[in-house]
């Protein structure tokens, strides 16, 4: 199914990429905000949740009839877990913050539905923290991993009669493949304001 994914999403974005060369007249910047629930694929066996709650915004271009391109930074929720012992405690936190760019390559169903595939790189910063917590003390101990991805998806996008606002919900995957995640999968839904 992956690779299903990866060829369909390479073939489309490259297919509307030519769209920018027959309908350059049709430059349409745009800003945006989306929600998202993520769920990820841990590299090492943990208790912590997989489910991720996130928010994006965003800013980008629509180029043409079948070409985009998108800005993007994302901040997700915490994760916690605490394992409580006689005289101690551990406080574990993992989140995630992402920025990069994604190429939208975009297929009209109707005037106001469009299917749309994208193709992106971004930053994943990976934060993991430690809280020893005992009677006397407590000690925390921090770090981060910087990772640089590749990420794939597809989605729908309904444009509004006015032609000012949008609203689309988009599934990603990205390998992340550092020492805390392995992938995410990304579902969100959002809004953008066309200019």
């Known amino acids: 199914m ?4 990866i060829l369909s999403t390479i073939l489309f974005t490259t297919a509307a ?15 945006g905000i989306d929600a998202g629930l993520n769920i990820a694929d841990y590299t090492y066996k943990t208790e912590l949740d997989e489910t991720y709650y996130s928010a994006t915004i965003n800013a980008g271009a629509r180029i043409g009839r079948n070409f985009g391109v998108e800005l993007f930074f994302t901040h997700s929720s915490t994760n916690e877990l605490e394992n409580t012992y006689d005289f101690s405690a551990i406080n574990h936190e993992l989140y995630y913050m992402a920025y990069g760019f994604d190429i939208y390559g975009y297929y009209n169903i109707t005037n106001e ?6 193709f992106g790189v971004a930053n994943y910063k990976t934060y993991n923290k430690y809280t020893y917590i005992n009677t006397l003390t407590e000690t925390s101990e921090k770090t981060d991993e910087n990772d640089v991805s590749t990420r794939i998806g597809i989605g729908l996008m309904y444009t509004f009669p006015s032609d000012k606002v949008s609203a689309l919900i988009k599934y990603q995957y990205t390998p992340i493949n550092n020492e805390m995640i392995q992938t995410m999968s990304e579902f969100s839904a959002g809004f953008r304001y066309n200019f």
């Open 2 to 5: 992956k690779k299903i994914l």
């Open 113 to 118: 539905f469009n299917f749309f595939t994208t």
């Open 17 to 31: 990429h030519a769209g920018i060369y027959t309908n350059t007249g049709n430059f349409r910047p745009y800003i």
